[in-house]
Structures are given as C-alpha cells and as structure tokens.
C-alpha cells in the first residue's frame, strides 16, 4: 500500500497552481500522517493567497476569526474563532494533544495559544482589506436584519469558500487537517464546517475526508461523514462526485484517502496536490 499526502486549496481556487500544491505535498511529506497533514496546511495557512491563516477573509466588523481542526482515529482537536495567531493547524493540533478538551473557542482559543507559546500576529492582507470593502458597499441600503440576512444568503451563494485542508495515510494510519478564515460575507461569531467533526472533517480506521466550500450547506448535509460511511463499499471516486452531486451549484468540494485509494472532488474548480512514497 502507498503512502499518500493529498491536499487542496479550497473550492474555487485554481487549478493551475496544482504544481504548487504538489510542492507543498511533497515538502511536508515528513514524520507520521499528522504531521505531515498539519504541515501541509501550515505551508497554505502561511501563503495569502489561500483563505486560511494569513490571506484569511475579514468579517464584517473587520475582524480576523478562524477554525481549525485536526483529526485521526479516536482523536480530534478544533480552535473556532480563533484571532491573531498565524498558524491556527497547530494550535488545534495543542487541542487534541496538550489540552483536556476537543474543541476551544473565542477568547479562550487565543489565549490556549498564548499559553502554547503563539505569539499576538496579524494575519490581515490587503486583498482582505480590499474584499471587505466590497461587502460593505453592498450591505449599504439594507438596513434591516432581514434584508441584510437575505443579502448575506445571496452573497454566499456566488463567493468562493477556499478552506484549505490536507488527508494523509501514512504507514496506514489516516490523519485530517483543515483550517479556514471562513466565508464572506460573515457575522462575527459565525462558525463554518470546518471545526465539525463529520462535516468539514472526519476520519477513522477506514479513511481521513475534509471538506471545502458552504459551511451551512456541509454541516446541514455532514458531508465528510457521508462520505466516510461509504468507504469501502464502492469506488473511492465514486462516492465523492455522487456526494458532492447533491449540493447542485452550491460551491463544494472534499478530498480523501481510504485503505487503497485517494480521490478528489469539487463542483467547481478547486486546486489539489499529492505526494506519494
Ligand atoms: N468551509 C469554510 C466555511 O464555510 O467556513
């Protein structure tokens, strides 16, 4: 059985920079498949051109709050609106192994990190600064909660979700990894899929899947779940592009490794890259 390290950078980025990918993918391919995955995820969080660490989207108040989570067999680890630390992968990795909990949020998430040894870091661009901008135009003139509740649900519907995520098997042992600044437009406080166990992530003895793309659309549908309870019993491929079918335009994508096989697939275009050993 080979070895693998799949990862993507998030539905509706560019495919054409799947060589740039395959250049994380193998840089990362290091240690077990956790680390390799956290890597692989770190090397996105810390490029802005993807939506996660720095690069991440802005919320409408002009804040910076990101989820993460990390999975393997048994265990898992999240940080949900997560602020000012650069690599929030790692930090949900210190969730699973170095606190008593699974999942730390807000406040108590960035102060987890502080106590890890994360320093106060702005991971703010100006194509966030710039993309902010744009929703605040378009939010002018609604001022009603329902107008503007509608205006987001529209929004949401054309914008391009890029989570960034990684699933390796390695010795056979299955890892997940995702991190995201989240949609645009958001609410502060507002919590994608990616911190949800079965809906951004999942992984257990027979496979790792993460998802990118509506984070509403994934949790209602638990996407990587339904995935993961097919493993096995049908084509990896198979199973995906049926699963991703039922979203119709809604933008998503998922990537994942079962015990023989590694698939990817996204209704729109979505950047991937792998190594295998
Ligand atoms: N898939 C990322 C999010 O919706 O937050």
Redesign the pocket.
């Known amino acids: 059985m080979t070895d693998v390290l799949l990862l993507h950078g998030?539905?509706g980025s560019d495919s054409t920079i799947n060589p740039k990918l395959d250049g994380f993918a193998s840089e990362a391919f290091n240690g077990d498949s956790l680390d390799s995955a956290v890597m692989a995820v770190s090397l996105m969080e810390d490029d802005e051109s993807f939506?996660a660490g720095t690069g991440s989207v802005m919320r409408i108040d002009g804040s910076i709050q990101m989820?993460a989570s990390v999975m393997v067999p048994g265990k898992f680890g999240a940080v949900i609106s997560i602020e000012r630390v650069r690599n929030p992968i790692i930090v949900a990795r210190e969730v699973m192994e170095k606190s008593p909990h699974v999942i730390i949020a807000g406040d108590g998430a960035t102060r987890f990190a502080r106590m890890m040894g994360h320093q106060d870091y702005d991971p703010s661009t100006e194509k966030a600064r710039m993309r902010l901008q744009k929703v605040l135009e378009e939010l002018k003139g609604h001022p009603s909660d329902e107008e503007r509740s509608r205006l987001f649900m529209l929004s949401i519907s054309r914008e391009a979700?890029?989570?960034v995520g990684a699933v390796a098997r390695i010795g056979g042992m299955f890892a997940a990894a995702?991190s995201?600044?989240?949609?645009s437009p958001?609410m502060r406080g507002?919590?994608?899929?990616?911190p949800i166990p079965g809906s951004?992530i999942f992984a257990g003895e027979n496979g790792a899947v993460v998802?990118?793309?509506?984070?509403?659309e994934?949790i209602r549908r638990h996407l990587c779940f339904s995935i993961y309870s097919r493993i096995g019993k049908e084509p990896l491929q198979k199973i995906m592009d049926e699963e991703i079918s039922k979203f119709g335009a809604i933008a998503v994508g998922a990537i994942a490794v079962s015990r023989d096989e590694f698939a990817h697939s996204a209704n729109k275009d979505m950047a991937t890259g792998f190594h295998l050993r």
Do not use: P
Not at 190 to 194: A, F, N, S
Not at 211 to 216: K, M, N, R, V
């Open positions: 998030g539905v939506n989820d979700h890029d989570t995702v995201t600044g989240g949609s958001m507002r919590v994608g899929d990616c951004g998802a990118t793309g509506i984070g509403e994934i």
